[in-house]
């Protein structure tokens, strides 16, 4: 999809597309001079434009602004839903890897963790499992400040993820985990480590295709 390209919806009726963002796209009617506010658009085999849902606008401006908002919101949503994903893929592999009684390869855990999610994401569901359980000794200090480091130096919005508990292995092994955690970005800067997960932030306003984006 490209800004001011012309699109038809499955009854025929003619779009311009005005903007688009990641989620949501604002189309002006060519019959009606209406902005219509789509939400989760994309385009249909046969070329058509289609959305999940969709709300009338007036308003050029009004209509931007609501499509932005409504972009931010499933952004979140989609974000706290990642973050649970990660974490229990976390317990899975945590738990997979025991050779023996108690006995974990969390350094293989995090290897195949990799495979499927990036290193800030791993590390993001790990720090904000712990500060959401700062209270449990069975986290070290070290750990526990290491953190409230990381949410501080990513700005991390703890209250997006209210209703995210956080991994549920067990937190002396978990502690062991976040070891391997630290380990593996501690020789890595912030700015790179976050690029991996700061792609929405930096092409925000700019899908280049969002016929085969998120529905």
Known sequence: MTDDALYTDKSGRLYELKK?????????SMTEHTYLIASKPYITNDGCIEWRNAIVSTN???AVKSAKEKDIMYESIENRISLKNTASDIDKEISASMHELYH?????AYDKLSLNHSDFDIAQAVALTIHGKSWDGR???LNKAWADNFIQAY?????EYRDFFGCDTHPSVLD???????MRIANRSIDQTQDIDNDYDQSYEQSESMGYGRR
């Open 139 to 141: 986290f070290s200090d």
């Open 176 to 182: 062991g985990f976040t070891d391997v955690v630290r």
């Open 20 to 28: 688009q963002f990641y989620h949501t796209a604002v189309l002006q």
């Open 60 to 62: 050029y401006l009004n």
């Open 104 to 108: 974990y390869d969390l350094d293989g």
């Open 155 to 159: 700005d991390v919005k703890i209250e």
